[in-house]
DNA sequence: TGCCAGGCCGGGT
DNA sequence: ACCCGGCATGGC
Protein backbone atom coordinates (compact mmCIF):
# COMPACT_ATOMS: atom_id res chain seq x y z
CA UNK A 1 0.00 0.00 0.00
CA UNK A 2 2.62 2.56 1.19
CA UNK A 3 4.30 1.60 -2.12
CA UNK A 4 1.23 2.30 -4.75
CA UNK A 5 0.95 5.73 -2.98
CA UNK A 6 4.41 6.59 -3.33
CA UNK A 7 3.77 5.59 -7.23
CA UNK A 8 0.99 7.78 -6.70
CA UNK A 9 2.43 10.83 -5.64
CA UNK A 10 5.48 10.67 -8.42
CA UNK A 11 2.95 10.06 -10.97
CA UNK A 12 0.43 13.15 -9.91
CA UNK A 13 4.16 15.12 -9.88
CA UNK A 14 4.54 14.34 -13.32
CA UNK A 15 1.45 15.20 -14.71
CA UNK A 16 1.82 18.53 -13.10
CA UNK A 17 5.36 19.26 -14.47
CA UNK A 18 3.98 18.28 -17.82
CA UNK A 19 1.36 20.94 -16.91
CA UNK A 20 3.24 23.93 -15.83
CA UNK A 21 6.90 22.94 -16.45
CA UNK A 22 9.73 24.07 -14.22
CA UNK A 23 8.36 26.80 -11.85
CA UNK A 24 11.50 27.81 -10.72
CA UNK A 25 10.38 28.64 -7.28
CA UNK A 26 10.21 30.94 -4.73
CA UNK A 27 9.56 34.24 -6.37
CA UNK A 28 12.30 36.40 -5.11
CA UNK A 29 15.80 37.07 -6.08
CA UNK A 30 17.78 36.58 -2.61
CA UNK A 31 17.42 34.78 0.39
CA UNK A 32 16.54 37.45 1.95
CA UNK A 33 13.94 38.77 0.19
CA UNK A 34 12.63 34.67 -0.21
CA UNK A 35 12.31 35.05 4.28
CA UNK A 36 10.46 38.87 3.60
CA UNK A 37 7.96 36.82 1.36
CA UNK A 38 7.28 33.83 3.24
CA UNK A 39 6.41 35.92 6.35
CA UNK A 40 4.51 38.14 4.23
CA UNK A 41 2.47 35.50 2.60
CA UNK A 42 0.86 34.41 5.75
CA UNK A 43 -3.08 33.32 4.88
CA UNK A 44 -2.50 36.85 1.76
CA UNK A 45 -2.42 36.59 -2.08
CA UNK A 46 0.73 36.62 -3.45
CA UNK A 47 -0.04 39.79 -5.56
CA UNK A 48 -0.28 41.67 -2.75
CA UNK A 49 2.89 40.32 -1.23
CA UNK A 50 4.75 41.79 -4.46
CA UNK A 51 3.16 45.42 -3.67
CA UNK A 52 4.59 45.15 -0.29
CA UNK A 53 8.33 43.99 -1.07
CA UNK A 54 8.40 46.50 -4.40
CA UNK A 55 7.57 49.49 -1.58
CA UNK A 56 10.80 47.91 0.40
CA UNK A 57 12.82 47.66 -2.33
CA UNK A 58 11.62 51.23 -3.68
CA UNK A 59 13.12 52.55 -0.01
CA UNK A 60 16.33 50.86 -0.59
CA UNK A 61 15.80 48.85 2.71
CA UNK A 62 15.13 44.95 1.25
CA UNK A 63 18.42 43.75 3.62
CA UNK A 64 18.82 42.59 7.08
CA UNK A 65 20.60 45.63 8.10
CA UNK A 66 17.85 48.36 7.10
CA UNK A 67 14.89 46.55 7.82
CA UNK A 68 16.78 45.77 11.45
CA UNK A 69 16.51 49.42 12.09
CA UNK A 70 14.01 50.91 10.80
CA UNK A 71 11.54 51.98 13.18
CA UNK A 72 8.25 49.38 13.15
CA UNK A 73 5.45 52.02 12.21
CA UNK A 74 7.89 52.70 9.21
CA UNK A 75 8.10 49.29 7.87
CA UNK A 76 4.67 48.79 8.83
CA UNK A 77 3.47 51.48 6.52
CA UNK A 78 5.76 50.08 4.15
CA UNK A 79 4.49 46.42 4.21
CA UNK A 80 0.29 47.91 4.28
CA UNK A 81 -0.52 46.49 0.61
CA UNK A 82 0.24 42.90 2.54
CA UNK A 83 -2.76 42.75 5.07
CA UNK A 84 -1.91 42.28 8.59
CA UNK A 85 0.52 44.81 8.45
CA UNK A 86 1.10 45.47 12.00
CA UNK A 87 1.29 42.03 12.65
CA UNK A 88 3.83 41.17 10.45
CA UNK A 89 5.75 44.56 11.08
CA UNK A 90 6.36 42.81 14.20
CA UNK A 91 7.06 39.22 12.96
CA UNK A 92 9.50 40.45 10.39
CA UNK A 93 11.44 42.53 13.92
CA UNK A 94 10.93 39.36 16.23
CA UNK A 95 12.83 37.68 13.08
CA UNK A 96 15.72 39.90 12.30
CA UNK A 97 16.25 40.47 15.99
CA UNK A 98 16.48 36.71 16.14
CA UNK A 99 19.42 37.04 13.09
CA UNK A 100 21.39 39.50 14.70
CA UNK A 101 21.37 37.91 18.16
CA UNK A 102 22.23 34.94 17.20
CA UNK A 103 24.32 35.20 13.67
CA UNK A 104 25.60 38.66 13.80
CA UNK A 105 22.64 39.34 10.88
CA UNK A 106 24.26 36.78 8.63
CA UNK A 107 22.19 34.34 6.73
CA UNK A 108 24.98 32.41 5.47
CA UNK A 109 25.72 31.69 9.41
CA UNK A 110 22.26 30.67 10.20
CA UNK A 111 21.90 28.20 7.16
CA UNK A 112 25.32 26.66 9.02
CA UNK A 113 22.78 25.64 11.58
CA UNK A 114 22.17 21.89 11.42
CA UNK A 115 18.87 21.96 9.49
CA UNK A 116 17.11 19.94 12.71
CA UNK A 117 18.07 22.74 15.04
CA UNK A 118 17.63 25.49 12.82
CA UNK A 119 13.70 24.77 12.15
CA UNK A 120 13.39 24.22 15.81
CA UNK A 121 15.11 27.94 16.51
CA UNK A 122 12.73 29.70 13.78
CA UNK A 123 10.18 27.71 15.06
CA UNK A 124 10.83 29.81 18.65
CA UNK A 125 10.97 32.64 16.68
CA UNK A 126 7.48 34.64 17.05
CA UNK A 127 5.46 35.01 13.91
CA UNK A 128 7.18 31.73 12.44
CA UNK A 129 5.24 28.47 12.31
CA UNK A 130 5.90 24.91 10.59
CA UNK A 131 5.24 26.38 7.36
CA UNK A 132 6.87 29.75 7.36
CA UNK A 133 10.04 27.90 8.53
CA UNK A 134 9.65 25.25 6.56
CA UNK A 135 9.50 27.59 3.26
CA UNK A 136 12.61 29.53 4.76
CA UNK A 137 14.38 26.36 4.99
CA UNK A 138 13.62 25.29 1.54
CA UNK A 139 13.97 27.68 -0.95
CA UNK A 140 15.87 30.43 0.86
CA UNK A 141 18.39 27.72 2.66
CA UNK A 142 17.97 24.97 -0.16
CA UNK A 143 17.61 22.42 2.90
CA UNK A 144 15.70 19.44 2.22
CA UNK A 145 12.18 20.00 3.78
CA UNK A 146 8.58 19.23 2.35
CA UNK A 147 6.61 22.46 2.52
CA UNK A 148 3.23 21.84 3.58
CA UNK A 149 0.43 24.67 3.41
CA UNK A 150 -3.69 24.73 3.21
CA UNK A 151 -3.61 23.48 -0.64
CA UNK A 152 -1.94 20.27 0.09
CA UNK A 153 -3.93 19.21 2.87
CA UNK A 154 -6.52 20.07 0.79
CA UNK A 155 -5.65 18.51 -2.47
CA UNK A 156 -4.43 14.80 -1.26
CA UNK A 157 -7.39 14.75 1.00
CA UNK A 158 -10.07 14.93 -1.87
CA UNK A 159 -7.96 12.65 -3.39
CA UNK A 160 -8.43 10.08 -0.79
CA UNK A 161 -4.84 10.16 0.16
CA UNK A 162 -5.37 12.16 3.60
CA UNK A 163 -7.81 12.32 5.88
CA UNK A 164 -7.48 16.09 6.08
CA UNK A 165 -7.44 15.46 10.39
CA UNK A 166 -3.61 15.24 9.97
CA UNK A 167 -1.90 18.02 11.68
CA UNK A 168 0.53 20.17 10.11
CA UNK A 169 4.03 17.51 10.95
CA UNK A 170 2.27 14.22 10.37
CA UNK A 171 1.36 15.53 6.64
CA UNK A 172 5.05 16.52 6.18
CA UNK A 173 6.27 13.18 7.21
CA UNK A 174 3.63 11.33 4.62
CA UNK A 175 5.28 12.99 1.59
CA UNK A 176 8.53 13.15 3.21
CA UNK A 177 8.39 9.12 3.72
CA UNK A 178 6.39 8.56 0.53
CA UNK A 179 8.65 10.47 -1.86
CA UNK A 180 12.43 9.93 -3.24
CA UNK A 181 14.72 12.23 -0.72
CA UNK A 182 15.60 14.82 -3.41
CA UNK A 183 15.41 18.75 -2.54
CA UNK A 184 14.83 19.81 -6.14
CA UNK A 185 11.72 17.53 -6.11
CA UNK A 186 10.19 18.81 -2.94
CA UNK A 187 10.46 22.69 -4.44
CA UNK A 188 9.16 21.77 -7.31
CA UNK A 189 6.33 19.42 -5.90
CA UNK A 190 5.08 22.22 -3.45
CA UNK A 191 5.19 24.96 -6.02
CA UNK A 192 3.01 22.85 -8.77
CA UNK A 193 1.22 22.78 -5.53
CA UNK A 194 0.19 25.49 -4.56
CA UNK A 195 -0.21 26.55 -8.74
CA UNK A 196 -3.19 23.94 -8.84
CA UNK A 197 -4.47 24.69 -5.47
CA UNK A 198 -4.93 28.47 -6.64
CA UNK A 199 -6.20 27.40 -9.75
CA UNK A 200 -8.45 24.46 -9.14
CA UNK A 201 -8.67 23.66 -5.62
CA UNK A 202 -9.97 26.68 -3.34
CA UNK A 203 -12.46 26.26 -0.73
CA UNK A 204 -14.85 25.69 -3.29
CA UNK A 205 -13.23 23.57 -5.97
CA UNK A 206 -13.46 23.68 -9.54
CA UNK A 207 -12.41 19.90 -10.58
CA UNK A 208 -13.80 19.85 -14.22
CA UNK A 209 -10.68 21.46 -15.90
CA UNK A 210 -8.34 20.81 -13.06
CA UNK A 211 -5.34 18.41 -14.78
CA UNK A 212 -5.46 16.03 -11.31
CA UNK A 213 -8.77 15.34 -12.45
CA UNK A 214 -7.59 11.77 -13.29
CA UNK A 215 -6.07 10.81 -10.34
CA UNK A 216 -9.81 11.89 -8.35
CA UNK A 217 -11.03 8.51 -6.86
CA UNK A 218 -14.27 7.22 -8.59
CA UNK A 219 -16.33 8.20 -5.35
CA UNK A 220 -14.57 10.93 -3.58
CA UNK A 221 -16.91 13.17 -2.25
CA UNK A 222 -15.64 16.74 -2.98
CA UNK A 223 -16.76 19.22 -1.04
CA UNK A 224 -16.20 22.76 0.21
CA UNK A 225 -13.11 23.25 2.96
C1' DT B 1 -20.94 42.63 -3.03
C1' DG B 2 -19.10 39.43 -0.19
C1' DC B 3 -15.74 35.91 -0.07
C1' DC B 4 -11.15 34.64 -0.03
C1' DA B 5 -5.93 34.45 0.03
C1' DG B 6 0.93 30.13 -0.02
C1' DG B 7 -0.69 31.34 8.79
C1' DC B 8 0.15 32.19 13.38
C1' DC B 9 -0.72 33.55 18.07
C1' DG B 10 -3.00 33.79 22.51
C1' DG B 11 -6.66 32.70 25.42
C1' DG B 12 -10.30 29.66 26.65
C1' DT B 13 -12.21 25.00 27.37
C1' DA C 1 -4.98 18.52 23.33
C1' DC C 2 -8.19 21.01 20.49
C1' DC C 3 -10.98 25.26 19.20
C1' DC C 4 -11.69 29.98 18.13
C1' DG C 5 -11.34 35.03 17.33
C1' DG C 6 -8.27 38.39 15.74
C1' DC C 7 -5.29 40.25 12.43
C1' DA C 8 -6.30 43.63 7.03
C1' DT C 9 -5.52 44.59 2.19
C1' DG C 10 -6.78 43.99 -2.69
C1' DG C 11 -8.81 41.04 -6.55
C1' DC C 12 -12.59 38.79 -8.58
Aim: charged letters at 25%.
Amino acid sequence: MPKNVAKTLIAMHRRLDKHFGPLHWWPGETQFEIIVGAILTQNTAWTNVEKAIANIKAAGALSPEALHRMPPARLAGMIRPSGYFNIKAKRLKSFLDFLFREYGGILDRMFRERPGALREKLLAVNGIGPETADSILLYAGRIMTFVVDAYTKRIFSRHGLLTGKEKYDEVKQFFEANLPRKTQLYNEYHAQIVNIGKLFCRRVPRCAACPLRPFLPKKSAIRAI
